[in-house]
């Protein structure tokens, strides 16, 4: 694994729930001894926090934005695509199930099941995008290569296998596409995921109609979202790191995406 791999994700955890309420509620806890009212408040306003951005009522307070900024392909056929872009999400690693393979996780396996399902209503060609920003041995894309033809019978055309970050993903996804004369693309990925993709991948310059799944604010509440879960707050989690990567792709990467996808 890179140190520019390992240092991003390390940043990231130290900026988003549940690492930097807790570390607020720590520095609630040094505060005590000498202001013990606003050390008190501090600590218990982080934890009262925690505990309604852990339940996936609260958490729609971030997914809710992101989600309205993208809308459901309405239809596939008319969208003058000439191939479908699925952008990975993540691995299980060494799943002994499938004797001791990695396998797209459950992430994953949401974008390549519409990835699947666009490919049986438009025929057009796959890319699959991921490459080993853990130090596999295998990419994410080879592993999702072999589930679409395995799992969904979805022959894939093109695998990008370099990259470690949506930006890569869009940079080098552009040359490929490039390259056998595709200009349009179907882009599936999550909902959340989607404003910022959407935006990297037109900049390295492919015409991009959107294509997002997994829509969680569009999901029925029930009693049962107002408890707080692991579920609740890695929405959250997704969420927050979607904010703010668009402002990170704002400031850093926009023109290192469309230098790379130029070259």
């Known amino acids: 694994m890179s140190g520019t791999v390992l240092a991003t994700n ?66 596939p ?49 796959v890319l699959v995008t991921g490459g080993v920003p853990d130090a596999s041995a295998e990419s994410e894309a080879a592993g999702m290569a072999r589930s679409l033809r395995d799992d969904f019978g979805v022959p894939v055309q093109w695998l990008e296998e370099r990259s470690s970050n949506t930006a890569e993903n869009a ?30 991948f037109e900049a390295a310059g492919l015409e991009v109609a959107a294509a997002p799944t997994v829509f969680f604010s569009r999901e029925r509440l029930t009693p049962l979202d107002f408890i707080p879960t692991g579920e609740g707050l890695r929405r959250t989690h997704y969420a927050m790191h979607e904010w703010v990567g668009l402002v990170w792709y704002r400031l850093r990467h926009e023109s290192a995406v469309k230098a790379a996808s130029a070259a």
């Open 171 to 200: 940079a080098f996804s552009a040359r490929i596409l490039k390259g056998a004369g595709v200009k349009r693309i179907l882009l599936v990925t999550d909902a959340m995921h989607m404003p910022r993709s959407k935006a990297i």
């Open 77 to 125: 056929r008319d969208a003058g695509a000439q191939a479908i872009v699925a952008l990975g999400g993540g691995r299980m690693k060494s799943a002994p199930e499938y004797g001791g393979k990695d396998g797209p996780s459950h992430v994953a396996l949401a974008r390549l099941r519409y990835a699947a399902t666009l490919h049986r209503e438009t025929g057009l060609p």
């Open 10 to 75: 390390i940043a990231g955890a130290l900026l988003l729930p549940p690492v930097n309420l807790v570390l607020l509620c720590a520095a609630g806890l040094c505060l005590r001894p000498r202001w013990p009212r606003a050390g008190v408040a501090i600590s218990a306003g982080a934890l009262i926090v925690l505990l309604v951005l852990s339940t996936c009522a609260g958490a729609l307070l971030f997914v809710s934005p992101l989600e309205q900024r993208t809308t459901p392909l309405a239809s």
